[in-house]
């Protein structure tokens, strides 16, 4: 049996391999026979077609179809002898790598994959289901994996190298993707690739994920149609920029949209979206656009909403005032680690904006501009789940006064597979800005505050 063989036995039942736990896994992880061929007929390609690869006026398929062609004559002039099953992959593999991203190819297709971490030429892990796997693909070396980055990159006009050893950039298809190289990733170059649906998630999937309840979204959505201000919180990973994809989704038709990102990720399907990005420094480190800039100039562009991707600096102190003077119904994200946490993560971000203001003030601003907190987790099951959604009702002297609506239920345990039995519950409290919702057609069912028993030793 082929080595390719024996690695397509190993990838049964999958696009994306995962590393099997063997002593031949890890012998086919460490060695690749035909490492040396690959290489042989990479260089072969690119010299034979040259400027052809980035010729726009080809299309895919007539680009594949020389590539394909030029492959053959290669492997006709080589004399290593080669299986059908090694040949057939071998031909894959070249085709991903020349006009995909080599290794990475089969795990940017497959839609159970949600992240994709390069720790070198030979460690690739994949994330599933909230899971961390290992993989049996591996680069050739820290060139090819440079190559990779480089043509990640420079689709979308950036760069990377020993003066920027770092970039941000995201793929065609939306795809946030980070990469980090030496000398500040000391021992490789690192890359990871965070996946979004092709088809945005709606609330109907969040629910079958057992990320919200039914009775949950039906609160947001009113809240939503309603103007209500939202920010969601969670830590990194927790599914934040899905939860606000979904949140958006429920913006009338009828109401103008400014999206502001740091990298475009949203996908709206209203008519009147305008989409804003924050745009890095060019190489002399000019020309830089901050999420900061692109909230003020909302403001000039007649919005009925504004929804920005994440708030981490200076911009938090122009959406607090956004929110307080006519811009109701502003959606945000943050990372923080509790409802309680945004507040004080609030204060730090409008100090950053540079401008000196008591404490009171900051949060008489953050009272007054922002109804309601959605927080959100990745548990130890790898699930993604509310945990929290939290009125904020006012200042009691200096401190933010908040009510929990809805709360996760950890007292209902794990099942015999370690999932978590709970989900997110009613507590019995209606929000103080149910006459708000009220006077603009929106009367909250009752039954959806209906509160349920806890199970003992359950957070309140």
């Given at each position: 049996?082929?080595?390719?063989e024996?690695?397509a036995?190993?990838r049964?039942?999958t696009?994306?391999?995962?590393?099997p736990?063997?002593?031949e896994?890890?012998?086919?992880?460490?060695?690749?026979?035909?490492?040396?061929?690959?290489?042989?007929?990479?260089?072969?390609?690119?010299q034979a077609?040259?400027?052809?690869l980035?010729?726009?006026?080809?299309?895919?398929?007539q680009?594949?179809?020389?590539?394909?062609?030029?492959?053959s004559?290669?492997?006709?002039?080589?004399s290593?002898?080669?299986s059908?099953a090694?040949?057939?992959?071998?031909?894959?593999e070249?085709?991903d790598?020349?006009?995909?991203?080599?290794?990475l190819?089969?795990?940017l297709?497959?839609?159970?994959?949600?992240?994709?971490?390069v720790?070198?030429?030979?460690?690739?892990?994949?994330?599933?289901e909230?899971?961390?796997?290992?993989t049996?693909?591996?680069?050739?070396?820290?060139?090819?994996?440079?190559?990779?980055?480089?043509?990640?990159?420079?689709?979308?006009?950036r760069r990377?190298?020993?003066?920027?050893?770092y970039?941000?950039?995201?793929?065609?298809d939306?795809?946030?993707?980070?990469?980090?190289i030496?000398p500040?990733?000391?021992?490789?170059?690192?890359?990871t690739?965070?996946?979004f649906?092709r088809?945005?998630?709606?609330?109907?999937?969040?629910?079958?994920?057992?990320?919200?309840?039914?009775?949950?979204?039906?609160?947001?959505?009113?809240?939503?149609r309603?103007?209500?201000n939202?920010?969601?919180?969670g830590?990194t990973?927790?599914?934040?920029?899905?939860?606000?994809?979904?949140?958006?989704s429920?913006?009338?038709?009828?109401?103008?949209?400014?999206?502001?990102?740091?990298?475009?990720?949203?996908?709206?399907?209203?008519?009147?979206v305008?989409r804003?990005?924050?745009r890095p420094?060019?190489?002399?480190?000019?020309?830089?656009?901050?999420?900061r800039d692109?909230?003020?100039?909302?403001?000039?562009?007649?919005p009925d909403?504004?929804?920005?991707?994440?708030?981490r600096?200076?911009?938090?102190?122009?959406?607090?005032?956004?929110?307080?003077?006519g811009?109701?119904?502003?959606?945000?994200?943050?990372?923080?680690?509790s409802?309680?946490d945004?507040?004080?993560?609030?204060?730090?971000?409008?100090?950053?904006?540079?401008?000196?203001?008591?404490?009171?003030?900051?949060?008489?601003?953050?009272?007054?501009?922002?109804?309601?907190?959605?927080?959100q987790?990745?548990?130890?099951?790898?699930?993604?789940?509310?945990?929290?959604?939290?009125?904020?009702?006012?200042?009691?002297?200096d401190?933010?006064?908040?009510?929990?609506?809805?709360?996760?239920d950890?007292?209902?345990?794990?099942?015999?597979?370690?999932h978590?039995?709970?989900?997110?519950?009613?507590l019995g409290i209606?929000?103080?800005?149910?006459?708000?919702l009220?006077?603009?057609?929106?009367?909250?069912?009752?039954?959806?505050f209906?509160?349920?028993?806890?199970a003992?030793?359950g957070?309140?």
């Amino acid at each position: 049996m082929g080595l390719y063989e024996r690695l397509a036995k190993a990838r049964a039942g999958t696009d994306a391999p995962v590393l099997p736990a063997t002593e031949e896994a890890e012998d086919l992880q460490t060695a690749d026979p035909l490492a040396p061929l690959k290489r042989r007929i990479h260089q072969a390609l690119l010299q034979a077609l040259g400027p052809k690869l980035y010729d726009i006026n080809l299309s895919a398929e007539q680009l594949e179809f020389r590539v394909r062609e030029k492959l053959s004559e290669v492997l006709a002039g080589d004399s290593t002898p080669l299986s059908a099953a090694d040949r057939q992959r071998l031909v894959a593999e070249t085709i991903d790598d020349i006009l995909g991203y080599g290794p990475l190819e089969p795990f940017l297709k497959d839609s159970t994959v949600t992240e994709v971490m390069v720790n070198g030429p030979s460690i690739v892990h994949i994330e599933r289901e909230g899971k961390i796997y290992r993989t049996t693909a591996r680069f050739l070396d820290d060139g090819h994996l440079r190559r990779t980055i480089d043509k990640i990159v420079g689709q979308v006009g950036r760069r990377i190298d020993e003066g920027q050893p770092y970039v941000d950039a995201r793929l065609p298809d939306g795809s946030r993707v980070n990469a980090i190289i030496p000398p500040v990733a000391i021992d490789y170059p690192v890359l990871t690739v965070r996946k979004f649906a092709r088809d945005p998630y709606q609330a109907e999937d969040l629910i079958s994920f057992g990320t919200m309840s039914s009775k949950v979204a039906r609160f947001l959505d009113m809240c939503v149609r309603g103007r209500i201000n939202i920010l969601v919180s969670g830590g990194t990973g927790a599914g934040k920029t899905t939860t606000l994809n979904v949140l958006s989704s429920s913006i009338p038709p009828d109401e103008r949209i400014v999206t502001i990102e740091d990298a475009a990720e949203l996908k709206l399907h209203q008519p009147h979206v305008v989409r804003l990005e924050y745009r890095p420094p060019n190489i002399e480190g000019r020309g830089e656009v901050t999420v900061r800039d692109l909230v003020r100039n909302s403001l000039r562009m007649r919005p009925d909403r504004i929804v920005v991707g994440e708030v981490r600096g200076g911009e938090a102190l122009d959406m607090l005032q956004a929110m307080n003077t006519g811009h109701d119904g502003s959606i945000c994200t943050i990372h923080a680690n509790s409802p309680r946490d945004v507040l004080s993560r609030l204060e730090t971000m409008v100090l950053m904006a540079g401008i000196d203001l008591p404490i009171r003030a900051i949060r008489e601003q953050v009272a007054s501009a922002v109804h309601l907190i959605v927080h959100q987790a990745r548990l130890k099951d790898g699930t993604r789940r509310f945990t929290q959604v939290t009125e904020i009702v006012g200042m009691e002297g200096d401190i933010i006064t908040m009510q929990d609506l809805f709360l996760f239920d950890f007292g209902m345990g794990v099942d015999e597979t370690g999932h978590f039995r709970g989900h997110i519950k009613p507590l019995g409290i209606r929000p103080k800005f149910s006459e708000k919702l009220e006077d603009v057609g929106l009367k909250l069912d009752p039954e959806i505050f209906e509160p349920e028993a806890f199970a003992r030793n359950g957070r309140r």
